[in-house]
């Protein structure tokens, strides 16, 4: 059994909480995530997801309900050794850029931290391995493409050797091969060190990828399940406003055609599979 | 224009002067504009002339980039130079053309005050030409860092002065986008009258400012989550290191300005 790394329970939070009309941004809301885990935060704008996101730092407390992070309550006393075990990145490459090269940038969150120069060197250089951006060290982040300063950033979270990472809505504005290199290099992370992580999105390809879906809609949380649980509801998604990865789409509207498709796939390759061999037993 | 012009601009490079202290280079300007008005005749600005020219060359900077990048800085050094010659109404009679008389100690004047200000933008170009934007804001908090004492925020100073010099190119790029997107519709800021011209600017300064007050809010959450809490507690990931070459360098300072001391009159 793994242990717990951040559990929500009962957390209600509203940015007016004088205001009774306004609908809270998160409602009653609970769910733990074990170690190791790859989790998606899955919802359509306004769901609640970044919230989420910022209760899980200590951004923002809640208005009631209880925030645990690696088994300690979030509080005020608690927030900078929390902090300084979770690294997050966020949606705009340019904005979380703080240093003038990109070691500077890798290295802040330690500076920050107190970290000695020897170990940071040496983690700097380790966390940049980690993302395969151990040739631009000296470079400035207006030289860099949208998903190089994502993985930079990535790096600059991984500096710290945090047991949770959490990426908020961190692959939106980039163009789909930098997409890919962040998701890339999610992976292969995960496959190393058995990082947690935290991915907020309503990129359903990439959602995919995980462990376990969490789908939030107003505040609520709406479904919960492997990713093979949650597509088989498939309507229910796009009442919500989703997208269904490309494959499933494709099976839905083959299936309407008439067309006799067994699986429920993932991917365009499993579909892709399925179809041609499936063919051939005709 | 804008590419030609050197002030504030960094050529990376591995010259003896590029490898130097931040915080020796900077203390060496500064001294060294001091040390600039004890000379006060032919042969010690000629010294101070030929110190400065050794600097540049050990700078590796290449004379003529240096000369075609200052060329703004030379027009006034003209205009100055001119100015003493023909105001400057001491001494015998050199010349005199019709109502024009130049006079020899406008003439000397004219030249002193000129290699003075030579010397002075060369030195200082240098110092920006050779060392990185970052390394000198660093050279200044270390150099600030005893005025702490005295409750000067030094730590968040340089902070705010790494994060602007961070910022520039961000905000240029989105400078060239909003024109663009503002031309696109319709409006026009390199034509018309001066008054329109500055008109036109307003559209693209509110656009500006509301996303550059986004960026600053993004920014500041994301140094929140990464743990920022002020200079307190804080380790520095870039090392200074005074060296040998450091300490030259100041005793080579105070060399000069034994030698211009011995034969100023």
Redesign the interface.
């Known amino acids: 059994m793994n242990s717990i790394i951040m559990s929500l329970e009962n957390v209600t939070f509203t940015y007016a909480p004088e205001d009774e009309s306004v609908r809270p941004a998160v409602a009653d809301l609970s769910f733990t995530i074990e170690e190791g885990e790859w989790i998606a935060l899955v919802g359509h704008n306004g769901s609640g997801k970044s919230t989420i996101a910022k209760l899980m ?1 200590g ?1 923002l407390f809640p208005n009631s309900g209880k925030v645990t992070a690696m088994g300690k309550p979030m509080s005020e006393e608690t927030l ?1 050794d929390i ?2 075990q979770m690294g ?1 990145v ?1 949606q ?1 490459p ?8 990109v ?2 940038d890798v ?11 020897e170990e ?2 040496v983690r ?1 250089k380790e966390s940049l391995r980690q993302v395969k951006m151990e040739d631009y060290m000296d470079q ?3 030289h860099l493409s949208g998903g190089q300063k994502q993985r930079v950033a990535i790096a ?2 991984l500096a ?1 050797r945090p047991r949770l990472l959490i990426l908020d809505e961190a692959t939106s504005m980039l163009d789909p091969q930098g997409r890919m290199e962040v998701i890339e290099t999610i992976r292969e992370l995960r496959k190393a060190t058995g990082l947690t992580v935290i991915s907020i999105t309503h990129d359903l390809e990439e959602a995919a990828l995980a462990d376990r879906l969490i789908v939030m809609n107003q505040g609520h949380k709406q479904l919960e399940g492997s990713p093979e649980q949650v597509f088989r509801s498939g309507s229910e998604l796009i009442k919500l406003g989703l997208d269904l990865p490309f494959a499933m789409r494709m099976t839905h509207l083959l299936r309407k055609e008439g067309v006799d498709i067994k699986g429920e796939h993932m991917t365009e390759d499993e579909l892709v599979d399925e179809l041609w061999t499936s063919y051939s037993k005709m | 224009m804008i590419e030609k012009m050197i002030f504030g601009r960094y050529i990376p490079g591995d010259s003896i002067v590029h490898r130097m202290d931040p915080r020796a280079k900077i203390l060496f300007v500064f001294i060294f504009i001091a040390v600039v008005f004890v000379a006060n005749n032919a042969l010690t600005y000629g010294i101070l002339l030929g110190f400065t020219l050794f600097v540049v060359f050990l700078s590796k900077i290449r004379l003529y980039f240096l000369v075609t990048g200052l060329k703004p800085v030379f027009i006034l050094l003209i205009f100055t130079f001119l100015l003493h010659i023909f105001f400057t109404r001491e001494g015998d009679v050199l010349l005199s053309i019709g109502f024009i008389e130049i006079y020899e100690e406008g003439l000397r004047q004219g030249i002193f005050l000129s290699v003075r200000f030579l010397v002075l933008v060369f030195i200082t170009s240098i110092l920006t030409l050779t060392t990185s934007p970052i390394s000198i804001t660093d050279g200044i908090e270390t150099l600030l860092g005893p005025f702490k004492r005295v409750k000067l925020p030094v730590h968040e100073l340089a902070l705010m002065m790494s994060i602007s010099l961070r910022f520039i190119p961000t905000l240029m790029d989105e400078t060239g986008k909003i024109m663009k997107a503002q031309m696109a519709r319709g409006s026009d800021i390199s034509s018309g009258p001066v008054k329109e011209r500055i008109k036109a600017v307003v559209p693209l300064l509110i656009p500006l400012f509301v996303s550059a007050f986004k960026r600053a809010e993004d920014l500041a959450t994301a140094m929140e989550v990464r743990g920022y809490r002020g200079g307190e507690g804080r380790t520095r990931y870039r090392q200074l290191d005074w060296g040998f070459k450091d300490t030259f360098s100041m005793a080579l300072l105070v060399g000069l300005t034994a030698v211009l001391w011995y034969y100023r009159t």
């Open positions: 730092n951004l900078w902090r300084s997050m966020f705009n340019d904005n979380q850029f703080v240093g003038a090269t070691q500077d290295a802040f969150a330690l500076e920050n931290n107190g970290v000695p120069h940071m060197v700097v400035e982040p207006h600059g979270a710290l």
